[in-house]
T-cell receptor
Framework: GAGVSQSPSNKVTEKGKDVELRCDPI?????LYWYRQSLGQGLEFLIY????????KSGLPSDRFSAERTGGSVSTLTIQRTQQEDSAVYLC?????????????FGPGTRLTVL | AQSVTQPDIHITVSEGASLELRCNYS??????LFWYVQSPGQGLQLLLK??????LVQGIKGFEAEFKRSQSSFNLRKPSVHWSDAAEYFC????????????FGQGTRLTINP
């Protein structure tokens, strides 16, 4: 079956612009996660959604970052007023989140470059 | 605080040699442990996972890992590496109960000499 997909694969933007990154999880997966991978910081958790529960936003680095998940499926990560330090690969993952089935399946990522 | 340490940033081994990548974790509860591999320009692929049972777990591509609670370690091993194993390897820890964020180590980059 189809895996996690992300779009765009690459995004170049100018400092101060807003960007939206999209994630399509595996069908039927109730949990969706966003991570950021950058040089020097490694892989960092940003936010996750689990069913109808309030999202865990504890990893968002600033209030310029937000995410939503519509209809329990597709998610959009929005970064407002981008800064150069936002340059990174943004990875999305999804999981079934059932007992014993918490494996997270990752998408290919979106490489964001802020000039 | 939860943390994962991968002491080796970069390892080089010869093709056909054995491999061990180290991972130590700090976690306040019973951990759910993972090893992921990332090839250049690719996403993360799960190699193996552990949350209970036999402390020696087998994964894909001939990898195995051993959970040692007394040492808070979850080292990854392979008896004979192939050139295609060159990649970056990440150890991660999560909570067993419920969907939960993963905490990743900094990664170990593996280079294979022909």
């Amino acid at each position: 079956g189809a895996g996690v997909s992300q779009s765009p694969s690459n995004k170049v933007t100018e400092k101060g612009k807003d960007v939206e990154l999209r994630c399509d999880p595996i069908s039927g997966h109730t949990a969706l996660y966003w991570y950021r991978q950058s040089l020097g910081q490694g892989l960092e958790f940003l936010i996750y959604f689990q069913g109808n529960s309030a999202p865990d936003k504890s990893g968002l680095p600033s209030d310029r970052f937000s995410a939503e998940r519509t209809g329990g499926s597709v998610s959009t990560l929005t970064i407002q007023r981008t800064q150069q330090e936002d340059s990174a690969v943004y990875l999305c993952a999804s999981s079934l989140a059932l007992a014993g089935e918490y494996e997270q399946f990752f998408g290919p990522g979106t490489r964001l470059t802020v000039l | 605080a939860q943390s994962v340490t991968q002491p080796d940033i970069h390892i080089t081994v010869s093709e056909g040699a054995s491999l061990e990548l180290r991972c130590n974790y700090s976690y306040g509860a019973t951990p759910y442990l993972f090893w992921y591999v990332q090839s250049p320009g690719q996403g993360l692929q799960l190699l193996l996972k552990y949350f209970s049972g036999d402390t020696l777990v087998q994964g894909i591509k001939g990898f195995e890992a051993e959970f040692k609670r007394s040492q808070s370690s979850f080292n990854l091993r392979k008896p004979s590496v192939h050139w295609s194993d060159a990649a970056e390897y990440f150890c991660a820890v999560g909570r067993i109960q419920g969907a939960q964020k993963l905490v990743f180590g900094q990664g170990t980059r593996l280079t294979i000499n022909p």
